[in-house]
């Protein structure tokens, strides 16, 4: 079983950047790939980056490409996401979520455990 809790989220204006936080409980954190979701308000949910369990592999999705970073600090149970030059598509709800799958990882239904979700908003 895993838990996780995001963070960092918030008003932002276009250009600028934020740090999302996921924060997963456990001791096996090493062993799970990891995502990031977003949802924007009447949008279904879309893959936005994953990484591998030793997170020597990032995967985005070309939206996000040259702008976010995903990363991890499993020492802290920590998989952070680092969004630059923001612009107001990137306004939604981001979500962490965790597998053990060894399947695809853009795909959402391959995840076991998903976060609450933190609000990203960004104004032009």
């Known amino acids: 079983q895993v838990q996780l809790v995001e963070s960092g989220g918030g008003l932002v204006q276009a250009g600028d950047s934020l740090r999302l936080s996921c924060a997963a409980s456990?001791?096996?954190?090493?062993?799970?790939?990891m995502g990031w979701f977003r949802q924007a308000p009447g949008k279904e949910r879309e893959f936005v980056a994953a990484?591998?369990?030793?997170?020597?592999?990032?995967y985005y999705t070309d939206s996000v490409k040259g702008r976010f970073t995903i990363s991890r600090d499993n020492a802290k149970n920590t998989v952070y996401l680092q969004m630059n030059s923001l612009n107001p598509e990137d306004t939604a709800v981001y979500y962490c979520?965790?597998?053990?799958?060894?399947?695809?990882?853009?795909?959402?239904?391959?995840?076991?455990?998903w976060g609450p979700g933190t609000h990203v908003t960004v104004s032009s």
């Open positions: 979520a965790a597998t053990d799958s060894g399947a695809v990882l853009k795909n959402s239904l391959v995840y076991q455990y």
């Open positions: 456990g001791r096996t954190f090493s062993r799970y790939r």
């Open positions: 990484i591998t369990s030793s997170g020597v592999n990032g």
